[in-house]
């Protein structure tokens, strides 16, 4: 736990620099723009926790259901495991399911967490703990700077990379086959990935899922205003500002935005931005792309990957795809 606290606690000034840069960078954008990584402060975390707990968002439950089912088959596939690396790493209930299902006799496990929030390295960490002949390390920076951190450590055994709740969704296709390539760059032939998809499902049920009527999801969009405010100096109206959510059907992509009810101006005393907004203008806060099964072998053999296993909860429309890297 040490380790974990120091890898945090390392990293926190150099996490506000940069969500500094990139305010000032994206809301500069046309259209205006902010990454989803961080929507997931501590608030946005526990936001999102009461989403995955709404009968409208169906992701967590079935990959949970699907690791739980297969969690034995995935660690009998990798039998000499000596590492597993996590990105993103939530509450770690996901992880905690997996590690459930690992064989009692198996050896030492090393496992890493990479995220960039310091409450869900804290929570997976904990989560983890309580499984036995198991290290953890927390790195708290992003994916692409974990697993360059992975890829300087010779770990016993094979990895297993693990990228799950369908966050490969929040990438574009470019960036999603980059990412999986520095995934593929960082790890050696043999080792492992299992990934968590969302598929294409109807669009009504993708619009409940991502604008429930309880309204969780549009606080959750709604927080990211809240955190400029209070990390950055900003004097935002959140009133001012509706949630809305689009099916994209020719990309693909659910999207989230946040709209501008009335005209007004902001200002982000941080870093130097006043802004005006028009009625109706909007910051896209997020993308969500969704895969169709028999799309997914080719993205992963562009990275450097070939799929070996499907496994599919139908209902939910979710799938866990594991793959073996070249």
């Not at 929507?39 to 946005?44: E, I, K, R, S």
């Amino acid at each position: 736990m040490n380790r974990l606290r120091a890898a945090s606690e390392t990293a926190g000034a150099a996490s506000t620099a940069q969500f500094a840069d990139d305010v000032r960078y994206y809301l500069a954008q046309t259209p205006r723009q902010l990454p989803s990584r961080y929507l997931y402060d501590a608030l946005g975390s526990a936001l999102f926790e009461a989403i995955c707990e709404l009968p409208w968002y169906r992701i967590t439950r079935a990959e949970t259901r699907l690791l739980a089912a297969h969690g034995g088959a995935i660690f009998s596939a990798l039998p000499s495991l000596g590492r597993l690396v996590e990105l993103g790493s939530g509450n770690g209930s996901k992880l905690a399911t997996l590690l459930a299902a690992r064989p009692a006799a198996a050896p030492d496990l090393q496992l890493d967490l990479i995220d960039i929030s310091a409450t869900a390295l804290e929570r997976a960490a904990a989560a983890a703990g309580r499984f036995p002949r198991v290290r953890v390390t927390g790195h708290r920076t992003t994916y692409e700077a974990g697993m360059e951190e992975i890829a300087r450590t010779d770990p016993t055994g094979r990895t297993l990379v693990l990228f799950l709740g369908s966050n490969i969704g929040n990438f574009d296709p470019p960036s999603a086959d980059a990412l999986l390539r520095h995934i593929r760059t960082s790890v050696r032939s043999g080792d492992a990935l299992l990934l968590g998809l969302d598929l294409v499902k109807p669009e009504a049920e993708l619009l409940a899922a991502y604008d429930d009527p309880l309204g969780v999801t549009a606080s959750f969009n709604r927080n990211l205003l809240v955190r400029i405010n209070r990390e950055l100096d900003g004097d935002i109206d959140v009133s001012a500002f509706a949630h809305r959510a689009i099916w994209n059907a020719a990309a693909g992509r659910m999207e989230m935005h946040l709209v501008s009810t009335r005209r007004q101006r902001v200002r982000i005393g941080a870093v130097g931005l006043d802004l005006s907004f028009e009625a109706g203008e909007t910051i896209w806060t997020e993308s969500s792309y969704k895969y169709r099964l028999e799309d997914v072998p080719r993205l992963l053999a562009r990275a450097g990957f070939d799929a070996r296993r499907h496994w599919v909860d139908a209902a939910a429309g979710f799938a866990l795809s594991l793959s073996e890297a070249r």
